[in-house]
């Protein structure tokens, strides 16, 4: 009898589901195990800080996937795995069994980091799972100040739904302005002036130095420049940790997540995919990891045919990312890490809707649009031909 070839995906993620489909669609034969941590079925994670925290999406509607669209994978919830044994090419799970595999992919995602001091108090919460969201809720449904540490995406979308929702809310970030470290600082103050004018308290340049509490529940923060901050509730938005414990004495490389080659492989039949992958992009010169839904997609999609046919292609897509705060989408191609000039081409910040482009080096190397989706397209040709800043003026003549 002809034993099938065996992948095992660790993470029931964008990412992982992203790969069992590709699998199946690829080669129908293909047995596929999918290992999940989580009790529920794979769900959008972009949805948690915005419709399912607002109430206008329920938690089974968040899924990506109905259980039968997964017949025929070997579907594994509320499982985790412990340890990798590259070797013996197994995979120990928390209830003291080993799934053996010919090809395995790593989709284990991120860890919210928490603030010293916040463990076991009540009214303290990160937003990364599905649980987390519907905990968060049914807070702030008995809350009416929030305190968001982190003005990054995360921090951005919890203050625009809490807001919407009529709650009051102070958003602290440490550097000059909320999404500065991904957007820049002139775009970042921008943004600031957006959530103020929607009345939210917006502290910059300053760090958290403690959360406060009364009878183990918080009541607040304290801040690096003596002030501090009266709150019902305490989110926390302040950054990810790749899931790489398990991996520990595995033998891979593990340095800001699993370090793939250009091709996601982490080792031999070991690939990653989505927010744990740390792989070279050639498009942009650097080593990137990426912590958004559209890169775990596509990289689920490339490892899940990469197994199934054979494929092997460098993987340099232009990251994409959206985020809908109040009114506007921010949509965001390529990668401004680094980026040492801005130029706004269409639109204005005074008036959306604007594009921004981001240079390095005397090239173009990412766009923003604000409620522009049509205007930014071109400018993702533009990335992915590596256009210098000249030709980008020339372009636009």
């Known amino acids: 009898m002809t034993r099938h ?24 034969d293909e047995h596929v195990t999918l290992i999940g941590e989580e009790r529920w079925l794979p769900y959008d994670r972009t949805t948690l800080s915005k419709d399912v925290l607002a109430g206008l999406l329920s938690a089974e509607g968040a899924t990506l996937c109905a259980e039968e669209q997964l017949d025929g994978i070997d579907l594994r919830l509320g499982s985790r795995a412990t340890a990798l044994n590259v070797a013996e090419s197994t995979v120990d799970l928390d209830n003291g069994s080993a799934v053996q595999f010919d090809s395995l ?45 982190g003005g990054g995406f995360i921090g951005a979308e919890i203050a625009s739904t809490a807001t919407a929702l009529g709650r009051r809310v102070t958003l602290v970030e440490a550097g000059p302005a909320p999404m500065s470290a991904v957007l820049g600082t002139q775009i970042g103050q921008w943004s600031a002036q957006l ?33 501090s901050v009266a709150a019902d509730l305490v989110v926390m938005g302040v950054g990810v940790t790749p899931n790489v414990g398990w991996l520990a004495g595995s033998g891979l490389n593990l340095d800001n997540g699993v370090m793939c080659n250009d091709r996601l492989r982490a080792g031999p039949s070991i690939y990653a995919a989505g927010d744990v992958a740390c792989w070279p992009n050639p498009l942009f010169d650097r080593t990137m990891r990426i912590e958004h839904w559209t890169n775990a997609s596509e990289q689920g999609t490339t490892v899940g045919r990469a197994i199934a046919t054979g494929e092997d292609r460098t993987f340099a897509p232009v990251p994409y990312v959206w985020s809908d705060q109040y009114n506007l989408r921010f949509q ?38 604000v409620n522009a989706a049509k205007d930014l397209l071109k400018y993702r040709r533009l990335i992915t031909q590596q256009t210098s800043w000249d030709d980008v003026a020339a372009e636009m003549v």
């Open 5 to 28: 070839h065996r992948t095992v995906i660790v993470g029931a993620s964008r990412a992982g589901l992203a790969a069992a489909q590709s699998l199946r669609q690829s080669n129908q």
């Open 105 to 149: 992919v790593i989709a284990t995602g991120a860890t919210p980091r928490r603030l010293p001091g916040s463990a076991g108090l009540k009214g303290v919460h990160v937003l990364r799972t599905l649980d987390d969201s519907i905990g968060l809720a049914e807070d702030l449904a008995e809350s009416d100040h929030i305190a968001i540490v």
């Open 195 to 227: 959530h103020r004018s929607h009345g939210v308290d917006v502290r910059t340049d300053v760090r958290v130095d403690g959360i406060t509490s009364r009878l183990g529940r918080a009541n607040g923060l304290s801040l690096s420049d003596g002030s």
């Open 332 to 369: 965001l191609y390529g990668d401004v890490a680094g980026a040492d000039s801005v130029r706004i081409v269409s639109g204005s910040l005074e008036e959306p809707p604007l594009v921004a482009l981001f240079g390095r080096q005397d090239r173009l190397v990412a766009a923003l649009g």
